[in-house]
C-alpha cells in the first residue's frame, strides 16, 4: 500500500497512555491532532476555530502537539497564522500558492494528504461544510483510511476487540438511523482517525494571545503536464497537471442573511406547525420576542420555509437565550443542533412528546392557541391575567 | 436519429442510486449485534436525491442523447430501485450484489463502485445522490471520484452546460486527459451564495434536491419491463460500449424510447468487477462501529405551564425578569 497513510499498530501494554503516538513516530508531528482550517479571503470559518479547541483537548488528552492546515495565498491567509495560534494550535502547516487562492477539491486535497503523509498526524479534523464536506472524503480516499460525517462529539477512549486492546482511539460520536440511536465510530487500525464536525457543535475556545506557537512554511509548486516532476533537492508538493480539471466561473456570495447562530433567542416551527401559514404564526412570535426563525428538518422538507433555518445536526447548532420549539417532536438530530440552549420552551399538543424531557419549560397544547397567547403575553410585558398583575405590584 | 440534437456524439452517463431504510421507521429490531442496520427489518425506499440524480441524466438523454446506466450496491432485494429507474427512462442497470460487500463503510463502497464504473467502461458524467438519507455522510461521492481519478463537483443545484468534444471516450480517461472530451458547467449551493465550477469530462457530480423534480415512473415503460427479472450473466458483455461495435446487444431503448431488447439486470460480484476481496465490504472498511446506544430519554425535567393565558403570562414575566427576554 504505498499510497496509503500507514496502519496502526494494535498496542497491547495497558499503560501505554502517554506513550500513545510512539508507535507512529516518523519524525515531528508525528501522531498530532490537526485540524483543517478553512478560510476565505483571509477569514477564517467560525467551525475551524471551534475544531482548535477541541483538537487542544484531545491533544493535550494524548500528550501531543496541535497543527492547523492552512492553505490559501497572499498576505491575508497568511496573517490568519497567529489567530490559529491564539485559538490553539502549537504548529501551523501554511501552504501558500496562487493555485489555492480558492478552494479546489483536487488541488487542496493534494496538499492536505502530502502534509499527512509527510507528518502523519493521528488525527485530522475537518469543519462539516460544503468544502469540508468535498475536501475529507477525497482526502481519506487517497490515504484509504477512514472518515467519519457529522459528529457531535470526539473523545478519546480504548477498544477492546477480541482481547486486543488498543488505547487512544478516537471515538467519533454522532446520532444514526433516524436519530434512534447515537453511534460512536473508530477508526481502529487506519491513520489518520479523521472527523467532519457542524460549525457550533464544539465551544469556541477564548484565543489567548500570549500562546506561541511555530509557523511551518510548506512549499507548493504546479508540476510539469506529464510526467512525474519530483527533483530530488526539493521538497515542495506538487500539484499534478491532473488536478487543474476544474476551474472557477463564478462565485457568487451573499451575506448569510439569517443569523441564527449568534442569536439570543430562536423560535422553531415543526411539522405540527401544519402549513406554510402556519410558519407565519412562529414567524411572528420570533418578530415580537426580538428573536430568529428556526425549523426541524420535516418543517424544511415540507417547503415551509428555507433551508438555512434548520437547526439540528445537519443544519445549525444553537445556543440562544431562549429557544421555543413549536410543533417540533424533538427527534435525537433534532436536539442535537438546540439542547445546549440556555433555556427551552416546548410547546406540543402530546404530552409524551421527547422535546419535553430537554426542555425547561413546557406547554402542552394547541400552538396555533398558544402562540397567540405568547405573543399577547409579551406586548403587555407579561402583565396580564390576575396572578402576575399581583406578583407585578408586589 | 433524426430528431437528435445535434451533438458531436452520444453522451456515455452513469448514474450511482442507492436503496435505503425509511430512516423514519427505525425499530430496536432492526438492529443487528454487530450495530449494522438489518435493512430486511425497514421499508425501503429508493434514495430521494438519487431521483435527482437520475432525472439529470435522464433531462442530459433528452437533450443530447446518449446511454444511461444505473449502478447500485445492495442485496438482491436492491434491485427494485433499478427497475424504478428502467420505468423511468434508463438505458442499462447493474446490481453489484454480493455477500462480501457486506458492512461496507464509504470506503469500500466507493471502492466497489468506481471498480463497477470502471468495467462500464469510458464515461463522460457519473452523477448521484448528494447523500442518502440514512447517514447523510455525503462522502461516496467525492470518494468515487477519487478512485476514479476524475474531478468532482458536490452539492450541484443546477447543471449549466455541457459541451462535448469530439473525441471519444477511452477508459483510461482520467483528469489529465485536458477538455478533448467536453466539458461541463455546475452550479453548487454553498453555505453563503453560489459558485459555478467548469470542469473538463469525465467527471463526477453530486446533485440535491433543489436541481429538479423528478418525473413518474413512465406507464409506457412499466409495461414494457413488467416481466423483468433478475438475470445473473456470466460473462458481461460489455461489446456495445466499443465506438466501434453495433449497439444493441445488452438491453438498449432506441431514442424513442421504444425498447431494441428486453432489459436484463446485470449482477455483479466482487470478482465480476476485479476487486480485491481486502478492499470491500467490512474488511476493507477502515471505521467500525464501536457501539451502538439506543436513544434513552432522561424523565422529564420540564416545568410544565398550563396552556392558559394567565399561566404563559406568568411563564413571559419570569422570562422578563430573569433576563431571558428582553
Ligand atoms: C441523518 C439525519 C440527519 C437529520 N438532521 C436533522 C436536523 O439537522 N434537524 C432536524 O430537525 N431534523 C433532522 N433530521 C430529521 C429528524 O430525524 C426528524 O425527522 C425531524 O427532526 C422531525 O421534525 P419535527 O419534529 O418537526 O416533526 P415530527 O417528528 O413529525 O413532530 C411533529 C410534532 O408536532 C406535534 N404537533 C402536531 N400538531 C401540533 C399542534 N397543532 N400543536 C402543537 N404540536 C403539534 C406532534 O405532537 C409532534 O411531536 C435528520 C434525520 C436524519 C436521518
Given at each position: 500500500m504505498p499510497d496509503g497513510a500507514g496502519k496502526r499498530a494494535s498496542r497491547h501494554t495497558p499503560d501505554a497512555k502517554t506513550e500513545a503516538a510512539a508507535p507512529l513516530a516518523h519524525g515531528p508531528g508525528a501522531g498530532d491532532v490537526w485540524v483543517f482550517v478553512e478560510q476565505h479571503d483571509g477569514v477564517a470559518a467560525e467551525v475551524s476555530l471551534e475544531l482548535l479547541g477541541r483538537a487542544r483537548e484531545l491533544a493535550?488528552?494524548?500528550?501531543?502537539?496541535?497543527?492547523?492546515?492552512?492553505?490559501?495565498?497572499?498576505?491575508?491567509?497568511?496573517?490568519?497564522?497567529?489567530?490559529?495560534?491564539?485559538?490553539?494550535?502549537?504548529?501551523?502547516?501554511?501552504?501558500?500558492?496562487?493555485?489555492?487562492?480558492?478552494?479546489?477539491?483536487?488541488?487542496?486535497?493534494?496538499?492536505?494528504?502530502?502534509?499527512?503523509?509527510?507528518?502523519?498526524?493521528?488525527?485530522?479534523?475537518?469543519?462539516?461544510?460544503?468544502?469540508?464536506?468535498?475536501?475529507?472524503?477525497?482526502?481519506?480516499?487517497?490515504?484509504?483510511?477512514?472518515?467519519?460525517?457529522?459528529?457531535?462529539?470526539?473523545?478519546?477512549?480504548?477498544?477492546?476487540?477480541?482481547?486486543?486492546?488498543?488505547?487512544?482511539?478516537?471515538?467519533?460520536?454522532r446520532p444514526a438511523f433516524g436519530g434512534n440511536i447515537i453511534a460512536t465510530i473508530v477508526t481502529p487500525a487506519h491513520l489518520p482517525q479523521m472527523a467532519t464536525v457542524r460549525e457550533g457543535v464544539m465551544v469556541m475556545p477564548e484565543a489567548d494571545e500570549r500562546r506561541s506557537g511555530t509557523i511551518v512554511d510548506v512549499a507548493v509548486r504546479r508540476g510539469a503536464t506529464g510526467a512525474s516532476s519530483r527533483r530530488a533537492d526539493d521538497d515542495a508538493i506538487v500539484l499534478p497537471a491532473s488536478d487543474f480539471a476544474v476551474r472557477v466561473v463564478r462565485r457568487l456570495r451573499e451575506k448569510k442573511t439569517v443569523g441564527l447562530k449568534g442569536a439570543s433567542v430562536v423560535v422553531a416551527g415543526g411539522a405540527g406547525v401544519g402549513s406554510r401559514d402556519g410558519f407565519a404564526l412562529v414567524e411572528q412570535l420570533a418578530e415580537t420576542l426580538g428573536g430568529v426563525v428556526g425549523a426541524s428538518r420535516a418543517a424544511v422538507?415540507?417547503?415551509?420555509?428555507?433551508?438555512?433555518?434548520?437547526?439540528?445536526?445537519?443544519?445549525?447548532?444553537?445556543?440562544?437565550?431562549?429557544?421555543?420549539?413549536?410543533?417540533?417532536?424533538?427527534?435525537?438530530?433534532?436536539?442535537?443542533?438546540?439542547?445546549?440552549?440556555?433555556?427551552?420552551?416546548?410547546?406540543?399538543?402530546?404530552?409524551?412528546?421527547?422535546?419535553?424531557?430537554?426542555?425547561?419549560?413546557?406547554?402542552?397544547?394547541?400552538?396555533?392557541?398558544?402562540?397567540?397567547?405568547?405573543?399577547?403575553?409579551?406586548?403587555?410585558?407579561?402583565?396580564?391575567?390576575?396572578?402576575?398583575?399581583?406578583?407585578?405590584?408586589? | 436519429m433524426s430528431d437528435q440534437p445535434d451533438s458531436p456524439r452520444p453522451l456515455r452517463l452513469i448514474v450511482l442510486v442507492k436503496q435505503v431504510?425509511?430512516?423514519?421507521?427505525?425499530?430496536?429490531?432492526?438492529?443487528?449485534?454487530?450495530?449494522?442496520?438489518?435493512?430486511?427489518?425497514?421499508?425501503?425506499?429508493?434514495?430521494?436525491?438519487?431521483?435527482?440524480?437520475?432525472?439529470?441524466?435522464?433531462?442530459?438523454?433528452?437533450?443530447?442523447?446518449?446511454?444511461?446506466?444505473?449502478?447500485?450496491?445492495?442485496?438482491?432485494?436492491?434491485?427494485?430501485?433499478?427497475?424504478e429507474s428502467l420505468y423511468r427512462g434508463a438505458d442499462e442497470v447493474i446490481l453489484l450484489t454480493d455477500k462480501a460487500f457486506a458492512g461496507a463503510d464509504t470506503l469500500a463502497t466507493s471502492y466497489a463502485l468506481a471498480q463497477a464504473i470502471k468495467k462500464v467502461g469510458a464515461?463522460?458524467?457519473?452523477?448521484?445522490?448528494?447523500?442518502?438519507?440514512?447517514?447523510?455522510?455525503?462522502?461516496?461521492?467525492?470518494?468515487?471520484?477519487?478512485?476514479?481519478?476524475?474531478?468532482?463537483?458536490?452539492?450541484v443545484s443546477r447543471i449549466d452546460e455541457v459541451v462535448l468534444g469530439a473525441r471519444e471516450g477511452r477508459r483510461d480517461d482520467t483528469a489529465a486527459s485536458g477538455t478533448a472530451r467536453g466539458r461541463v458547467v455546475a452550479t453548487r449551493s454553498v453555505e453563503d451564495g453560489f459558485e459555478t465550477l467548469d470542469s473538463a469530462l469525465p467527471a463526477l457530480l453530486t446533485?440535491?434536491?433543489?436541481?429538479?423534480?423528478?418525473?413518474?415512473?413512465?406507464?409506457?415503460?412499466?409495461?414494457?419491463?413488467?416481466?423483468?427479472?433478475?438475470?445473473a450473466l456470466p460473462e458481461y458483455d460489455d461489446s456495445y460500449l466499443d465506438p466501434d461495435a453495433e449497439e444493441a446487444q445488452v438491453c438498449m431503448l432506441d431514442h424513442a424510447g421504444r425498447p431494441v431488447c428486453r432489459a436484463k439486470v446485470v449482477q455483479w460480484d466482487h470478482a465480476a468487477i476485479g476487486a480485491e476481496r481486502e478492499l470491500v465490504g467490512l474488511r476493507g472498511s477502515p471505521t467500525r462501529v464501536k457501539e451502538i446506544e439506543s436513544v434513552v430519554l432522561a424523565q422529564s425535567e420540564a416545568r410544565m405551564v398550563a396552556a392558559d393565558e394567565t399561566a404563559i403570562a406568568e411563564l413571559v414575566h419570569e422570562l422578563i425578569e430573569e433576563h431571558i427576554l428582553a
Open positions: 493535550d488528552r494524548l500528550g501531543v502537539r496541535v497543527g492547523a492546515v492552512l492553505l490559501g495565498a497572499g498576505a491575508a491567509a497568511k496573517a490568519l497564522a497567529p489567530a490559529l495560534v491564539a485559538h490553539g494550535a502549537d504548529v501551523v502547516y501554511v501552504a501558500l500558492h496562487e493555485d489555492l487562492a480558492d478552494y479546489l477539491a483536487m488541488q487542496y486535497a493534494t496538499v492536505v494528504a502530502g502534509l499527512i503523509r509527510r507528518h502523519r498526524p493521528q488525527i485530522v479534523l475537518y469543519g462539516a461544510t460544503t468544502t469540508g464536506r468535498d475536501l475529507a472524503p477525497r482526502v481519506a480516499s487517497t490515504l484509504r483510511t477512514g472518515l467519519t460525517a457529522d459528529c457531535t462529539d470526539l473523545r478519546i477512549g480504548d477498544l477492546e476487540r477480541k482481547g486486543v486492546v488498543t488505547k487512544d482511539l478516537l471515538y467519533q460520536v422538507d415540507a417547503g415551509w420555509i428555507d433551508a438555512e433555518h434548520q437547526v439540528g445536526q445537519t443544519g445549525v447548532t444553537v445556543r440562544p437565550k431562549l429557544y421555543v420549539a413549536c410543533g417540533i417532536s424533538g427527534s435525537v438530530q433534532h436536539r442535537a443542533g438546540m439542547d445546549q440552549s440556555a433555556r427551552i420552551l416546548a410547546i406540543n399538543r402530546d404530552p409524551d412528546a421527547p422535546i419535553f424531557s430537554v426542555a425547561h419549560y413546557g406547554i402542552v397544547g394547541d400552538l396555533h392557541k398558544v402562540i397567540p397567547m405568547l405573543i399577547k403575553a409579551y406586548r403587555t410585558r407579561g402583565a396580564v391575567g390576575a396572578a402576575s398583575a399581583a406578583q407585578g405590584g408586589a | 431504510p425509511d430512516t423514519a421507521n427505525v425499530t430496536g429490531d432492526a438492529m443487528k449485534e454487530d450495530g449494522t442496520i438489518d435493512r430486511a427489518a425497514l421499508p425501503a425506499v429508493f434514495n430521494p436525491e438519487d431521483l435527482n440524480a437520475l432525472e439529470e441524466a435522464l433531462k442530459l438523454k433528452d437533450r443530447h442523447g446518449g446511454r444511461v446506466t444505473v449502478i447500485t450496491m445492495g442485496p438482491p432485494a436492491a434491485v427494485a430501485v433499478l427497475r464515461f463522460d458524467l457519473v452523477l448521484c445522490g448528494r447523500q442518502a438519507i440514512d447517514g447523510d455522510t455525503a462522502q461516496v461521492g467525492p470518494q468515487t471520484a477519487e478512485k476514479l481519478g476524475v474531478p468532482e463537483i458536490t452539492c446533485i440535491t434536491a433543489e436541481a429538479n423534480e423528478p418525473r413518474p415512473p413512465s406507464v409506457k415503460l412499466v409495461m414494457v419491463y413488467k416481466h423483468i427479472a433478475a438475470e
